[in-house]
Each structure stands twice: as C-alpha cells, then as structure tokens.
C-alpha cells in the first residue's frame, strides 16, 4: 500500500472507493438497457452530448446557443423517456435491499404445478402469475377481483376454454387468488423469439417490471414456460417447474402424483356405462322376475 501511495500520490483510498461505486453504477446501467429499447435511445443521447462537445470545441456559437438552451429540460425529457427502465431499477434495488421473504404455503403452490400438468395435458392456454415482494395491485385492479382460496380445482375451472375468465391472467398472492382475467403489459423486448405470442410476451412483460413468477401453458403445443426477471424458460416439465418453483420461492415443495389424463378417465367411465347398459339390455327377464319378487 506504501508503494502504491508513493507511485500515485494523488490516489487516496476514498478516490479507489468512488471510482469503484461509478464504475458499478455504469455497469448496472447498461445491464440494465442491454437489448431493450433504451440502448437505442442512449446512443441518440451520446450523439447529443457530441454534438454539444464539438460546438464548444469548434465555437459554434448558434448551435452551442441551441443545445445550452435546450440542456435545462433535458434531464425531463430523459426522465420521460427512460421512465419504465428508471422504475426497473428501482425495484432491482429495493429487491436486493430487501429482507423480506415471501411467505406461503408449499402445498399452495404445489396446486399450480398441478394446473399447469393439466393444461399441458389438454393443450389449454394458461398464464398464472405468482406475487412475491413487489405488490401487482396495479395488474390486479384490471382483471375480475375474486380473493379465494387457491386451488386445483379452481385454476382448472378458471382456465376452461368455455368460462368467462379464461382471457388474461391470474394473480396469486400468497394462498389466494387475488383476481382473473387481468391485462398484463406486453414486453417490447426486441430480442425475443417471433414465436412468442401475446401469452408469453404477457408473462415476460409482467417479471420485466416487477419481480412476480409467471407460469405460462402454450394453447398451441401445450408447453410449461416460466418468466422471471424479464427472461423466460421453455419447454419445461412438470417436476422442472416444481424445482424451479422452489427455488425462486426459497421453499421447498413436495412432489405429489400427479393426475392421470383426463382422456384416460372419460374412457374408462365411457366403457363403464357402456358394460353397464348393455348388462341391462342383455338381462329383461331377471329384471321382470326381481319385480316380480319385490312385488
């Protein structure tokens, strides 16, 4: 350190700590706009600043008038336009600042695993949206209110392609379902595959500016995806989407059997009524005879 001192004598420890800070704040600034809309309007940023460098270098009096005049509203116009990535953020900070743990029961959350098993099965679109530190009131407000308990039997009465609330999403907090068919923001991330439709991008868009867990059903393909933090994971299975799950919720959820396909089911009960049906055309004389006896 005496070395170091004697070699930079201007470099004092503070000086190491603040150019530390800076670098990182830099660092998690283009993170943050990598890939996103943002970077394109950075770069029309920086050709301002250029110009604003070359007119002071090159005295150019009108344009240095211009761009002096305009540099006051410039910090409002940034803020206007970089108002959704300032919010991310903000929201990344308080995430990492934050204490907190999201509470709720394991068994709960296992009922979403078991929903998204059976509109894989079924080919049956679904997007279900999981609360955790940041609140979704906003997203909540836009949908149908319902606040029951969560449940299997309710996500799968939810999700019929003939009930009402089938549209949008549904939001979970904590063991309740706090609202259905809600509209969700769409994310504009340019990098994302064409074959995301409007679902996914929902789901995208919701963990882009906020910190939920979004578990999307393909209609098309009858595929388990999972958004978190504005990235999505496909073509998952079922015991995949419990881990993950676990993990992201710091809990640990139990595997449970998982139903059989409700093909599987309606067939047998078919074949049931049907050995049943021709049993009693098959037999009128025994049923002649025990009225016959009852009489």
């Known amino acids: 350190m005496t070395w170091f001192s004697a070699a930079w004598p201007h470099v004092s420890v503070t000086?190491?700590?603040?150019?530390?800070?800076?670098?990182?704040?830099?660092?998690?600034?283009?993170?943050?706009i990598k890939g996103t809309r943002a970077s394109l309007m950075l770069v029309g940023v920086a050709v301002l600043a250029l110009a604003f460098y070359i007119s002071r270098l090159g005295e150019l009096a009108t344009l240095n008038w211009l761009i002096s005049t305009l540099l006051p509203y410039t910090v409002f116009a940034l803020i206007v336009?970089?108002?959704?990535?300032?919010?991310?953020?903000?929201?990344?900070?308080?995430?990492?600042?934050?204490?907190?743990?999201?509470?709720?029961?394991?068994?709960?959350?296992?009922?979403?695993?078991?929903?998204?098993n059976l509109f894989c099965q079924n080919q049956t679109g679904a997007l279900m949206v999981v609360e955790r530190e940041i609140g979704l009131r906003t997203y909540i407000e836009s949908g149908v209110p319902l606040d029951?308990?969560?449940s299997y039997d309710l996500l799968a009465t939810i999700f019929r392609p003939s009930a009402p609330l089938h549209d949008g999403a549904v939001i979970i907090q904590k063991d309740r379902i706090a609202a259905a068919a809600c509209?969700?923001?769409?994310?504009?991330?340019?990098?994302?595959s064409t074959q995301l439709g409007t679902r996914h991008r929902a789901g995208i868009g919701v963990t882009e500016e906020t910190d939920a867990i979004a578990v999307i059903v393909?209609?098309?393909?009858?595929?388990?995806?999972l958004a978190v933090a504005g990235k999505i994971e496909r073509d998952l299975t079922v015991e995949q989407l419990r881990d993950r799950l676990g993990e992201l919720l710091h809990r640990y959820v139990p595997p449970s059997t998982l139903p059989t396909p409700i093909t599987?089911?309606?067939?047998?009960?078919?074949?049931?009524?049907?050995?049943?049906?021709?049993?009693?055309?098959?037999?009128?004389?025994?049923?002649?005879?025990?009225?016959?006896?009852?009489?």
């Open 15 to 32: 000086s190491i700590i603040d150019i530390g800070l800076v670098a990182i704040i830099i660092y998690e600034l283009l993170a943050l």
């Open 81 to 116: 336009v970089f108002a959704a990535e300032i919010r991310v953020a903000l929201t990344r900070l308080g995430r990492k600042l934050a204490l907190s743990r999201t509470s709720g029961s394991a068994d709960a959350y296992d009922d979403v695993v078991l929903a998204a």
């Open 148 to 150: 029951a308990q969560l």
């Open 183 to 192: 509209f969700l923001p769409l994310s504009m991330n340019p990098v994302l």
């Open 218 to 225: 393909s209609e098309e393909t009858g595929s388990i995806s």
């Open 264 to 295: 599987n089911g309606t067939g047998m009960l078919e074949v049931t009524e049907a050995e049943s049906s021709r049993t009693r055309l098959t037999n009128p004389a025994e049923s002649r005879v025990k009225q016959e006896t009852d009489v």
